[in-house]
């Protein structure tokens, strides 16, 4: 009569507002969802501020608080746990940065901020690797090869810095800055100055490698710089299976995702063809939870191709990729003690194309949760739900009470 | 899609529990009110905490929880708001006072609180100003006409403290005590002797004013003395616009709602025939509140008369006002690009004539927000819409992300 284990799914920015395009639905109500819907009605719902209502949040600081680590605790940068979700074994006062390979025209300037989107980068990553030396700064570097053009670099050192500038114009058609410390701090400036060298070596490094000649004479933008931001000390974080007595893994595309997951102790699954977009391997997501819910108390299970479309302004791709996942899901719904949660880490509405503080509905299915009238998952129904309105930060708490896991405070 | 200004219609107090007068039914309940019947249907609802569950706000602490500035942090009295609204520049530091003029029979017992609701106290307060001198205790003074009986008082020197008692009996019958301290701190006792000695001077010179000579003679109480109360000191506050990158206006009858706009930097505007009562010049103030949102991003109008009939107890009059004010502010309706925003600060139940603690209702309309099932503006209806339950500290955070001014909290 008591779930025991825990998919608790995060449709990446699934939440939204009315879409013209939709005919003033969003596209959560658009949808035609038989299995959400069944976990609505079957389950008890409510709408969450996954940080606090008004305050808009990134997918980092949000899963922090979904997993139950207040942010405003917790969370430093993006750099630290991207650099995590690469491999890098991030110890706490480590620096992190979040990179991206880019293309710079005979000027100098910035041509592609993504290098023509190249997806392997791994032999440049390697040369940068074994070619950079930043001993003169008595400094350990990492760096790994990210999903695509992406990369994460990380500093091991005495007296390091993170409030530093990016080298991130933004735009095309202008120059990288150079790094510089955003204070008075001497281990800031160390930093900045450490990030110039290493961003010149690997440059002469980029210069000259066959990769890029390769890509040149077949047409295609060369990596011949590297971009790179969110830089942040590792934090130290209390492990999730302390936290709350439950072994757990994660499945997820996004770097940053995986990264988080690995900082705070859970496993990180790895699908073959997970891409973060709506061409994702679904069912190669869906089997890979339901083989780590055989072994596993908890399984994060995030799906980020909602966010995306959302970023892209694209209320149809997003109600058919809701569609989409919604059958995809369906084996859940037939696993034994098996409490679901479902929401979104926040809303991506198409209208802004990007985040917002705008509440998410979540459900909770499972055995021994109280059923309320809601049967439908969206953001205006589930307002209506047993939940009502909660805060990112209880849900963890409110999940392990539900499968009776949670510590009495007093007697 | 997305709304560009705001307008925050704050009716002031319109919030309350059930009248025998009207059948059981709220005087929102009861009201016809067509206009914000509509702006509940076409928004998303809920009902809200000015200050937190169960505190009974006042109209300062309120007002500032709503603009984003917690009484717990920003708050140290009523005083120094008001002073600031009659136009005293108050400076951080500065201790301001609250004033009644006031009428003493011969044996110096209060006879009338108000001085018989005297109009114009422009001549009394400025021989005052002129005559009355501090300079002994190193104090300056500023003394201010607020509406009808009321003013402000300001000191302003070293070594002052706001933690004194009032003069003011309450009651009539009794004769003003002396200020005392209320700590054994030297600058409380300062700001004590300093406030006696100015009474016993103002009284001196208000006895001899050819004013209340005029005004016995038509047989109307004198104005013979002055009641002070609600000291406190001066806060900082950071300014609005910094705040939220909004520029903004206050449009308020009452002296403390401007005094609270200006101290935070809103730009307060006057408005002729604005009394606070249900016989204001609400035309006038929706006429002002039009133009000032053709050069603001951000206007506070708040209406007072709706306070005024909870604390009379009238339950009719109160119904009938809020009908005059949904009929005026129908304009408000056809603004482009607008976000309306509509509370109380307050509950005013005419059971109890005074503030209470019952949530407010709460509806927010404009392009891109959910629209809930909600068709209706009140108390009980509110409280099933879409924002479910909030706090007043959360609405400015909400609003800014409602028109895409919020600051992402992490990437």
Known sequence: MTAEKVLLLIIDGVSDRPCPDLGNLTPLQAAHTPVLDRIAA????GIMDTIAPGIRPGSDTSHLSLLGYPPREFYTARGPLEAVGTGIRMEPGMIGFRC???????????????????????????AIVDGVDLSEFGIGIQFRSG????AALAFRGDGLGSDVSSNDPKHDGVSPPPFRALSNNPADQKTALALNSFVRQAEQILAGHPL??????????PATT?????????????????RYGLSGSVIAAATLINGIGSSVGLRVVPVEGATGSSNTNLSGKVE???????????????????????????????????EKIDSAITPFLSIDGLLIVVCADHSTPCSIRDHSADPVPLVIRGDGVRTDPVRSFDEITCAQGGLNRVTGSALMPIICDMINRAEKYGA
């Open 147 to 150: 999903a695509g053009h992406r």
């Open 100 to 126: 991206n390979y880019a293309t710079l025209d005979a000027a100098g300037k910035v041509s592609d901020r993504r290098a023509g989107r190249i997806s392997d980068t791994t032999d440049l990553t390697r």
């Open 42 to 45: 079957e389950g008890v719902c």
């Open 212 to 221: 890029n000649r390769d890509r040149q004479s077949r047409g295609l933008a």
């Open 226 to 242: 590297i971009l790179i931001r969110g830089g942040g000390e590792m934090g130290a974080f209390p492990q999730f299976k302390e």
């Open 288 to 322: 890979a939870v339901l083989s780590e819910l055989k072994a596993q108390d908890f399984v994060l299970f995030n799906i980020k191709g909602t966010d995306e479309a959302g970023h892209d302004g694209d209320a149809l791709r997003k109600r058919d990729f809701i």
